[in-house]
């Protein structure tokens, strides 16, 4: 577990965060344990193999072993926790049943950006908490959701519904706070676009040049993690995986990748969006749900939104 030994005066720690903002304590256990299972992810990334499993996720796509080693990982620490009812991960088929007496239900995806670290780039683990035992909802029910970024820090950033909180893990191996409150402006600077620029619709593509005109700069790394801290932790910006030509309904999961970012940028004062509604009130149609995404500041995100409405 996390623990507050090691630590300054002027540091605080993430269960000593958690306590003084009176959060549940069984939701306290479950970001803690999440904490604590990233120490073995980061040491997997570390030390681990970088090839294949030599099985197939769901999507049918290729497993990497660090996929599989990080989800084993993750699904022991929230078994461990004991008030996890049920599990959800982008690398397995099917809802797992831990505890039903368990408090929460939890879906993640171990490790978004797995095919990165054999070229040494940031990746990350991304996590949803739904009160209950009924994983498969809508973002609107989360009561919290974090992400953990393994990159030249490794960061924890979390939410449970009242503000945007980040950490970095010391040399100890704990997290620390770095600030409190996390805010977004309500337009910016940068954009992210991912998706091959040829397959964009006549929406996007005049969404694209509307913010090259206005000045934006290009950062893309590849990695949903790392390019949401980006924008998240520099306050402005806009990261979009849109619907393409040749995938209308986009390429990232709604329950494991879209409905956590987008619950901790709407709680920075940002926004999220399919380029038609918002991406916390759609209501998931199965495990493996798609949805195209426009996410980050405010006033960016509901531009994007007029393009598509307006030209497709």
Known sequence: MIGEAGTTPFQKDLRRHLRERDEDRDLTRVICELATASRYVIHSIRTGELGVAGTSNLYGETQLALDVLSDRILQKRMKYS??????????IDEVICVNPDGKYSIVYDPLDGSSL??????????????????????????????????????TLVYSTGNGVHEFAMNALMEYTLVQENVQMAPSGTIYSPGG?????????????????????KLRYSGGFVPDINQVLIKGQGLFM???LKNAPRGKLRLLYELNPMAF???QAGGAASNGR?????????????????????KE???RAEKFVAEFG
């Open 82 to 91: 004991g008030v996890v009812a049920k599990i959800a991960s982008e690398e």
């Open 117 to 154: 670290v054999d070229v040494n780039l940031a990746v990350g683990t991304i996590v949803g908490i739904y009160e209950g035992q009924e994983p498969l909802s809508a973002g609107n029910k989360l009561v919290a959701a974090l992400y953990i970024l393994y990159g030249p820090r490794c």
């Open 196 to 216: 091959q620029r040829n397959q964009y619709t006549p929406g996007v593509e005049k969404f694209v040049s509307y913010l090259e005109e206005k000045g934006s």
């Open 241 to 243: 995986y849109p619907h």
């Open 264 to 266: 901790l940028i709407e």
């Open 277 to 297: 509604q918002r991406i916390l009130d759609i209501e998931p149609e199965g495990i493996d749900h798609r949805e195209p995404i426009f996410i980050g500041s």
């Open 300 to 302: 960016d995100v509901a």
